[in-house]
T-cell receptor, first 112, second 113 residues
Framework: GNSVTQMEGPVTLSEEAFLTINCTYTATGYPSLFWYVQYPGEGLQLLLK?????DKGSNKGFEATYRKETTSFHLEKGSVQVSDSAVYFCALRFSRDDKIIFGKGTRLHILP | EAGVVQSPRYKIIEKKQPVAFWCNPISGHNTLYWYLQNLGQGPELLIR????????DSQLPKDRFSAERLKGVDSTLKIQPAELGDSAVYLCASSYSMNTEAFFGQGTRLTVV
């Protein structure tokens, strides 16, 4: 079946460090890929997306590239801030059934 | 513009009691989703509506769960009777139409004791 696997947290980094959160997927077909973020006390928010192979999604300094050959969509940021502390979810979505399949989430802590 | 509004934010009930959650989607959004999020897990789809019609309820445990979206706007999700394993966060989301960006509410955290 279709699924998303992302690195387990929590991930703890110092401010201005480089961030990578790994995400791989299993899918029959060609889904769109997403990263959602959940800040403390808030709902899930779409962070970025990519709809086809080699597309790069970017937002707020975060980037992720849709890699079909490695079935991956790793999230990166060059210099994290304390305000980036949140839970990050990798997800896939097929247009044929509009179902979003989420990974388990990765909690990120940024220390000042 | 108001986002997706859910109430209550928190609910504690005893097992075997009924419980209901309410969702008000973003104005003009035709698609509405209910997701279940267990602790330490990602959200999982329970049911999806296109206007008043439930177009995907394959993951909804119909023996105890029910949902409705009268008039194609607000929606309620009900559990009767609740079990200990139902303790989780129930998320509502809406989108303008199928396959457009989904916006999530803050969720209702249910604790069954």
């Amino acid at each position: 079946g279709n699924s998303v696997t992302q690195m387990e947290g929590p991930v703890t980094l110092s401010e201005e460090a480089f961030l990578t959160i790994n995400c791989t997927y299993t899918a029959t077909g060609y889904p769109s890929l997403f990263w959602y973020v959940q800040y403390p006390g808030e709902g899930l928010q779409l962070l970025l997306k990519a709809t086809k192979a080699d597309d790069k999604g970017s937002n707020k300094g975060f980037e992720a590239t849709y890699r079909k050959e490695t079935t991956s969509f790793h999230l990166e940021k060059g210099s994290v801030q304390v305000s980036d502390s949140a839970v990050y979810f990798c997800a896939l979505r097929f247009s044929r059934d509009d179902k979003i399949i989420f990974g388990k989430g990765t909690r990120l802590h940024i220390l000042p | 513009e108001a986002g997706v509004v859910q109430s209550p934010r928190y609910k504690i009930i005893e097992k075997k009691q009924p419980v209901a959650f309410w969702c008000n989607p973003i104005s003009g959004h035709n698609t509405l989703y209910w997701y279940l999020q267990n602790l330490g897990q990602g959200p999982e789809l329970l049911i999806r509506y296109e206007n008043e019609e439930a177009v995907d309820d394959s993951q909804l445990p119909k023996d105890r769960f029910s949902a409705e979206r009268l008039k194609g706007v607000d929606s309620t999700l009900k559990i009767q009777p609740a079990e200990l394993g139902d303790s989780a966060v129930y998320l509502c989301a809406s989108s303008y139409s199928m396959n457009t960006e989904a916006f999530f509410g803050q969720g209702t955290r249910l604790t069954v004791v």
